[in-house]
């Protein structure tokens, strides 16, 4: 229980300095508009992008895990599945607000739905994670129902928020219970193509570019699944391993195992793609694609590459999870986590800006004497600051949801 | 002698090419194929295109519609530069049009490929989607921040698209992706774009390519011409003589 306090101040710590951050940030993206970014002509997406396909993806990977056992009845997962979803929620948060800070004009956002062209990958992927993220919401309030009934009665501000977001129901009986599993194993497997479909779609939002090679290949959309799943279980893997109720406990040793394996698989699944990606674009040697590769391989950001993408999301996680040594103790398995949680924030940043920083045609950055026409970037400070913002707001909210709603891993909450 | 082109020997080029214009003004919009061609042998790297297009649409900086390319090709002694001026392509397949989220950029019955300033809610896809860097995102910034006064040149209206705009914090174009449109407000009136009006070389014309007595068509089936990135598939309507 100390360490538990000890945790709780630190978190708390952190995710106040975050939010003071970002309203630093906020503050000048709201009266300076874009120009305090650094993103430019040529690099004309930079970090809030990268952190949108990182959240939206950490969202879709933690959706997926969550239907193994509401739409395919794994239910060796149970424990986590609300969880799951929980977190598929927040983070799905954080990405759409990244996202709608990085437009030009945030106060349009409503013309996706107004007016899309459905030629659009883009108008595709709004409205398929629209469509997401209402099933999502249904999903987490069927799955807590009888729960939020029952919190109901507690005293505190759990209880009267609980009341609230039971919006009236009363009926706590088996056979509504029964009934509400039914209707969510039917949102989870509608989900699942659902989760495929929006976060394959943001893969495709890249990869129908054929104006830039490196983003332009069939692999993209698969990619953007494995890796979604990757990072998904990756980041449930370290809040089950580190913040369980029942931790110390052999149900929850033996099921932290468990998912270690599951993301062990799936990074080594991420291995042959992400290898297959790069081999076969290196081997044709074509200047658009294999130039920004050897860029994120050898350029000045060659750490976020080796460092970031091979050592904390292959290497040390495969380690981790693989060993006889560490993959049966919770604290190494949730390190592989944790590991991977990191490692693709510049996975994300790999995908997006590399790509970008080759110029269309040779010699058009010298033609253009604006610091904006950059091959160069690294996010200014306002980006920075607004990002952290996010992270702190989705802190704060997960702490929230974690603390007052009946989404916590264990056996109470679990089987309902 | 140096080779001199049959054009050269024509009266005033410019004339010739407004009453191509005038001529492409009297058909039905969606007959008319608006077209560049860019006579790379012509070329001197002045960048007169450059400032006449930024003197015609006060671009903000980092914003250029039309740039010149220059480039040092071989070692010395044996050394010789190369030009590409580089509009909007205004592709017959643009891939920047069907990317847009909200269909705030289409090509028009006249082959140009316009923006609608008013719905563009400046997501950058276009952007990335071009394979010429033709595109462009307005920042906000202005040449003479931070000195006592933003000058008149940045702050008065423009015309393009035929709307009046003054430039400013928040307001559109700012915040969204601009680009050439061949000077559409400026063939409207029967004027030719403002580059090829100030290219001191005359290596730029411009005229409809449906029609086969107009000057570009004329000097298209004369000379061999190329166009960028052909593989591509964007067919593109500014075509370069070599």
């Known amino acids: 229980m100390k360490n538990n306090k000890k945790f709780n101040v630190a978190y708390w710590l952190v995710t106040v300095v975050l939010l003071a951050v970002g309203a630093v940030g906020l503050y000048w993206r709201l009266t300076q508009g874009h120009r305090m970014a650094n993103y430019g002509q040529l690099i004309v997406w930079g970090l809030w992008v990268a952190l949108y396909i990182y959240f939206i ?22 424990p986590i599945a609300r969880l799951a979803l929980f977190t598929a929620l927040i983070s799905l948060l954080a990405a759409l607000l990244n996202i709608w800070f990085d437009l030009g004009h945030m106060e349009r956002f409503y013309e996706v739905f107004s007016r899309p062209n459905f030629l659009s990958m883009m108008a ?10 209402i099933l999502l919401l249904f999903e987490l309030w069927f799955e807590l129902r009888t729960d939020l ?33 039914r209707t969510v194993k039917i949102l989870g497997s509608i989900g699942v193509p659902l989760a495929i479909m929006f976060h394959g779609g943001v893969g495709a939002l890249f990869g129908v570019i054929s104006a830039r090679p490196a983003w332009h290949s069939g692999l993209f959309p698969l990619l953007f699944l494995v890796s979604a799943l990757v990072s998904g279980g990756g980041l449930l893997l370290a809040i089950y391993a580190f913040l369980a109720p029942d931790r110390g406990s052999e149900a929850h040793t033996a099921l932290v195992a468990d998912l270690g394996k599951l993301v062990l698989g799936l990074t080594l699944l991420d291995v042959l793609f992400t290898f297959s990606e790069y081999s076969i674009a290196l081997y044709g040697a074509i200047p658009g694609d294999v ?38 103790n919770p604290n190494w398995v949730g390190l592989a986590g944790f590991s991977i949680v990191v490692a693709f924030v510049g996975v994300r940043l790999n995908i997006v800006i590399p790509p970008l920083s080759v110029p269309e045609l040779q010699g058009l950055v010298e033609a253009v004497p604006s610091a904006r026409m950059s091959t160069f970037y690294v996010p200014s400070t306002m980006e920075w600051f607004l990002a952290m913002g996010i992270v702190g707001l989705a802190l704060t909210l997960y702490a929230l949801g974690y603390s007052l709603l009946p989404v916590k891993p264990n056996k109470e909450t679990s089987h309902g | 002698m140096p080779y001199v082109p049959a054009v050269m020997e024509m009266e005033n080029a410019i004339i ?41 649409k006060k671009t903000p900086p980092g914003v250029n519609y039309t740039v010149v390319i220059k480039e040092e090709v071989g070692t010395y002694p044996n050394v010789r530069a190369v030009f590409l001026p580089r509009p909007c392509m205004q592709c017959e397949n643009p891939p920047c049009v069907d990317v847009c989220p909200v269909g705030a950029t289409w090509k028009n019955e006249e082959g140009i490929v316009v923006i609608d300033y008013d719905v563009c809610i400046g997501c950058r896809y276009c952007v990335t989607a071009c394979p010429y860097g033709a595109r462009n995102f307005d920042f906000g910034e202005w040449y003479t ?71 570009v068509s004329e000097m298209l089936r004369e000379r061999y011409s190329f166009r960028l990135k052909e593989d591509l598939g964007t067919n593109p309507k500014v075509f370069y003589l070599s």
Do not use: H
Request: aromatic letters at 10%; glycine letters at 8%.
């Open chain 1, 57 to 78: 993806g950490l969202s879709a990977g933690a959706f997926l895990i969550s239907s193994l056992v509401y739409a395919f009845g794994v239910e060796r997962f149970r």
């Open chain 1, 124 to 133: 595709w992927m709004v409205w398929l994670y629209t469509a997401y993220s």
């Open chain 1, 149 to 181: 009934v029952r919190w109901s009665e507690k005293a505190g501000l759990s209880g009267k928020v609980c009341r609230i977001l039971a919006f009236g129901s009363k009926d706590t009986s088996t056979k509504s219970r029964a009934r509400d599993t």
């Open chain 1, 291 to 328: 130039g920004p590769l050897l860029k994120t391989m050898t350029g000045p950001f060659w750490y976020v590459f080796w460092i970031g993408q091979i050592g904390l999301g292959m290497i040390v996680p495969i380690v981790l999870l693989a060993w006889k040594r560490t993959n049966r």
């Open chain 2, 16 to 56: 010739r090419m407004m009453d191509d214009v005038q001529r492409a003004l009297q058909k039905p919009p969606s007959e008319r194929r608006w077209g560049m061609v860019i006579d790379l042998t012509k070329c001197v790297a002045c960048d007169a295109c450059t400032v006449s297009c930024k003197a015609e």
């Open chain 2, 145 to 215: 921040e931070n000195t006592p006064m933003l000058e008149p040149y940045e702050t008065a209206p423009t015309f393009e698209y035929g709307e009046e705009r003054v430039r400013s914090e928040g307001v559109s174009p700012i915040g969204n992706v601009r680009k050439c449109n061949f000077c559409i407000e400026r063939l409207r009136e029967g004027l030719l774009p403002a580059c090829i009006n100030d290219c001191i070389g005359r290596a730029r014309y411009f005229g409809d390519l449906n029609d086969p007595d107009s000057l």
